[in-house]
């Protein structure tokens, strides 16, 4: 249920044996990074996914990671290990519930008590055996919360997403066109989407992130649908600079904006 995204098919060794990533592999530890905003866009604006508000969350967290192990190889003496942030084929969010960070909620995203689903997943794979954590248990009980509202269906049923339908697919992977059939179903994102988060219970309990790189460029949160009908891509270059909105591109971005106008 991948639709275009043909990566995904690649490398299943490796998404199931860690080993095959990093020579002498013992251990994953898997970390969690708060992205969840003090400040949201405007209510008359197309919509882009909390978080990419900031500094592209591939650069912000590798550079923790590395940190990270520095200070695991100061303390410890020869550790070798390597850091992945979505960026490998890697079972984050199968080894972040193996490691009790949290479960997987029906919308198939992570979820914590503690703070709900607003986070990034990265690892540290290291030669390095450690005491292991124990998964904990399912929280969803019977609210289909998040079932009932993705505005395309795409919860397929508990716990299955089918990607092929998901807006952050169609408005960021996909690059051909949208398919009509899904017209006035976009709920006005134009990159990404957090219905499913949004309507989660769990997610109440979610506090703004203290990542100062995380914070908007100042002119996001105070655009318009008109702002963004008038975008030009010196502006989409200045705004996004280290944006992963990158991804989709201006034309992508553009594409994205005239579907939801249509």
């Known amino acids: 249920m991948h639709g275009?995204?043909?990566?995904?098919?690649?490398?299943?060794?490796?998404?199931?044996?860690?080993?095959?990533?990093?020579?002498?592999?013992?251990?994953?530890?898997?970390?969690?990074?708060?992205y969840y905003p003090s400040d949201k866009q405007a209510p008359d604006s197309y919509k882009i996914s909390k978080y990419a508000y900031g500094t592209d969350y591939h650069f912000v967290i590798k550079d923790k990671l590395k940190s990270l192990l520095h200070f695991i190889q100061e303390e410890i003496g020869e550790v070798h290990g390597r850091a992945f942030v979505d960026s490998a084929p890697v079972l984050d969010k199968a080894w972040?519930?193996?490691?009790?960070?949290?479960?997987?909620?029906?919308?198939?995203?992570?979820?914590?008590?503690?703070?709900?689903?607003?986070?990034?997943i990265a690892e540290l794979i290291v030669?390095?055996?450690?005491?292991y954590d124990t998964p904990v248990t399912d929280h969803c009980g019977t609210c289909t919360a998040c079932i009932d509202a993705c505005p395309t269906e795409a919860i397929v049923a508990p716990y299955v997403v089918d990607g092929s339908k998901c807006i952050s697919y169609f408005t960021i992977e996909l690059k051909n066109e949208i398919p009509s059939g899904f017209h006035g179903k976009f709920d006005e994102w134009m990159f990404g989407c957090d219905v499913c988060q949004d309507v989660c219970p769990w997610n109440r309990f979610s506090k703004p992130h203290q990542e100062p790189l995380f914070n908007p460029h100042p002119d996001l949160l105070s655009m318009t649908k008109k702002d963004w009908e008038e975008i030009t891509e010196d502006i989409f270059k200045k705004m996004f600079k280290k944006s992963a909105v990158k991804r989709t591109k201006f034309h992508g971005l553009q594409r994205n904006i005239n579907f939801l106008k249509s």
């Open 4 to 34: 275009e995204m043909g990566y995904m098919e690649n490398h299943f060794d490796k998404r199931l044996d860690p080993t095959k990533l990093v020579d002498g592999a013992k251990s994953v530890i898997s970390l969690l990074l708060n």
């Open 96 to 120: 972040a519930a193996r490691s009790g960070l949290g479960w997987m909620g029906k919308h198939s995203n992570l979820l914590t008590q503690q703070v709900g689903s607003f986070y990034f």
């Open 127 to 131: 030669d390095l055996d450690l005491e």
